[in-house]
């Protein structure tokens, strides 16, 4: 076996060991319910009100308000289960309820808009091109008066594919001013952009955004819910987080999120430099292997992706193969969403959305690199790759 190599970073990033003792310590202190009115909650409530403070300026966000959640999809979930609300009454009105989802959406999302499919409320995908980017004309294309949520990814998890949510949201707008009914609710999932970009300036436009502190070096079970206007959540229980999401809050969680966020925020410029070094690397190297392809093809800096993210294809291996093949090697990468992984499609939903021919898309593999991760583990990988292509290929 070589040295470990982790090219996982887009399931999950290695967690900073000095946020993680920080917030640990101070949450073992302040140990009162922050719901409760006493010295302990007050002193609780402070910190968690602070950790809030601080991740809505890692963000960049100047207005809206901020609902801690227990994970990204908790976040995904919040304002598409808030159409339950008014369900009855429009089911009695003979109304129907309508939302759009893009097709390259994560499976929080899609599994979740197939769920509500199932009470009758009514579901347009929006395909992407070949390269993955959601066209904003498409999605504007689909909008009714019935509408009443679209929701289109920032950052797509398999390919890395940078979505243009700006002219989403424009185009929102303006269908909205021509069928004249109320602006639908726009939800963006910025779980993969967090870190890699500024959420406020990419994410203009969005009624909701939905984040994760285990994709910026967080703990795992913690996620948030930006919110640019007032949301009547489903889910009713104790009245915390303003009654969006009810249950004691993960004080812990909530601190180490928002000390991760703002590290990230201020490692932004460097992390992007780290990231396009890595990505040029990569490309470079996966271009001298025979056969094998980048998923879609792109150039190094290609302003339509994230750079720590890409989809490669080796045809004649199958994705899953490689990756246990790869790990048999100490090296780690995915086919996909980790979050997909027991899922029959195996991660291939998003490369058939967009085209990508059955072999290819059979043979892909993700590498999502960190700002941890070093020119000589790339060099690494592609050296065990191209071995096992030539041995493994059929």
Request: with cysteine.
């Amino acid at each position: 076996m070589t040295q470990p190599v982790y090219l996982d970073w887009a399931a999950t990033t290695p967690a900073d060991p000095e946020l993680m003792r920080r917030a640990l310590e101070l949450s073992l202190a302040a140990y009162g319910n922050p719901s409760s009115s006493h010295w302990a909650g007050k002193q609780a409530n402070s910190i968690l009100e602070e950790s809030r403070t601080r991740l809505l300026g890692a963000l960049g966000m100047k207005q809206g308000s901020l609902i801690f959640t227990a994970s990204g999809t908790e976040a995904d979930h919040i304002p598409m289960l808030a159409l339950l609300k008014h369900f009855n009454r429009v089911a009695s009105q003979g109304k129907k309820i309508h939302i759009i989802i893009s097709g390259i959406e994560h499976a929080a999302i899609d599994c979740q808009a197939r769920m509500l499919q199932k009470t009758g409320i009514e579901i347009s995908w929006v395909a992407p091109d070949t390269y993955g980017h959601i066209v904003p004309e498409a999605v504007a294309s689909h909008i009714r008066k019935e509408t009443a949520l679209i929701s289109v990814m920032a950052v797509n998890n398999e390919t890395g594919a940078i979505q243009d949510i700006r002219g989403v949201s424009t185009l929102i707008d303006d269908a909205a001013r021509t069928l004249k009914i109320k602006k639908p609710w726009f939800h963006v999932d910025a779980v993969q952009m967090l870190g890699k970009l500024p959420v406020a300036e990419y994410c203009m436009g969005a009624d909701s955004i939905a984040l994760s502190a285990h994709k910026i070096r967080g703990p795992k079970g913690v996620g948030a819910l930006w919110l640019g206007r007032p949301l009547e959540s489903f889910v009713c229980g104790g009245g915390q987080e303003k009654g969006i999401r009810p249950g004691t809050e993960n004080l812990f969680g909530a601190l180490a999120f928002s000390l991760a966020g703002e590290k990230a925020q201020q490692l932004l410029e460097t992390y992007i430099a780290h990231a396009q070094s890595l990505e040029l690397r990569l490309l470079e190297g996966v271009a001298r292997i025979k056969g094998a392809v980048v998923v879609p093809e792109r150039k190094p800096k290609d302003n339509g992706f994230v750079p720590s993210i890409v989809s490669l294809s080796f045809p004649g291996i199958g994705g899953e193969t490689m990756v246990r093949a790869l790990s048999d090697r100490g090296i780690a990468i995915s086919t996909g969403s980790a979050c997909s992984s027991r899922h029959k499609e195996k991660g291939r939903r998003i490369l058939n959305a967009m085209g990508v021919p059955e072999d290819i898309s059979f043979s892909s593999i993700r590498v999502s690199t960190g700002i941890l991760t070093s020119e000589h583990e790339i060099d690494i990988f592609l050296e065990q790759a191209e071995d096992l292509y030539r041995t493994l290929k059929t």
